[in-house]
């Protein structure tokens, strides 16, 4: 069963989520996401702002906002992946994203926008906070040091973005999926072996691929041992060999 999270953190008994998948947890002032975009807050607004946070654990697959639903908090992931995607016909969708943890999601359109543009899923069991809108609008009211946080944050968002999209672009469709595969094992895993946590389907929507395509290369990969594939587990097998084709492009 898929529990639907509304973006609306503050009215519990409508997200059809159990309550059981509410988590407590320490609060702001201990947290790591602190030191990351809050050290300019003093103990009091730490405390203030630990008041407009809930803690969810969402399960694999399970939709936490849908296009086009207003834009009421800042979500932050604790732990796991999720996606950010948006449907551009009836049969296909764009991944824009997949954001990690320490990962800030709605940050930018939480200034531009006043429903998202896109949805959000998660694609591992994660756990994520939802911080009020209101709330961090407040606090940036108020507080140079932290608005100056926050545009820097949102600075460093958008040339991530920018730098993983023009990486993507620049190569051909073996430097692609090469590409994806090292990004798992070098910067998320942080392992050559791993479980793919994506579909092939989700890595053509990321990359803007063909599934076939994916298939395809993917098959052959396998065949010039440079991974194995076991199920949805992955091995890098000749990780110097998909540096050269993902740099090649």
Do not use: W
């Not at 999270?5 to 997200?15: A, E, Q, R, V």
């Not at 994916?214 to 000749?238: A, P, Q, Y």
């Amino acid at each position: 069963m898929t529990f639907i999270i509304n973006c609306n953190i503050f009215t519990p008994p409508k997200m059809g989520i159990r309550m059981s998948e509410k988590r407590n947890s320490t609060g702001c002032q201990i947290c790591s996401f602190r030191v990351m975009l809050f050290n300019a807050l003093e103990e009091d607004e730490l405390y203030k702002l630990n008041a407009c946070r809930e803690q969810f654990l969402i399960r694999r697959g399970e939709v936490i906002c849908r296009e086009g639903e207003p834009i009421e908090s800042i979500i932050y992931v604790n732990q796991g992946l999720i996606k950010l995607h948006k449907r551009v016909s009836e049969t296909r969708s764009q991944i824009i994203s997949i954001a990690r943890p320490h990962d800030f999601v709605g940050l930018l359109s939480v200034f531009s926008k006043t429903k998202y543009y896109y949805s959000i899923t998660a694609i591992e069991d994660s756990s994520v906070c939802f911080i009020s809108k209101e709330c961090i609008l407040n606090e940036i009211r108020s507080n140079g040091r932290f608005a100056l946080d926050i545009i820097t944050r949102m600075s460093r968002i958008t040339d991530d973005v920018l730098e993983s999209k023009f990486a993507l672009s620049s190569k051909n469709l073996r430097g692609r999926i090469a590409h994806i595969l090292l990004d798992f094992a070098d910067n998320i895993y942080n392992s050559n072996e791993f479980r793919l946590p994506v579909s092939r389907r989700e890595i053509a929507e990321l990359i803007d691929m063909r599934t076939e395509n994916v298939i395809r290369i993917m098959s052959e990969f396998r065949k010039d041992r440079l991974i194995r594939i076991n199920g949805h587990t992955v091995e890098i097998m000749n990780p110097e060999m998909l540096r050269k084709i993902s740099s090649a492009g």
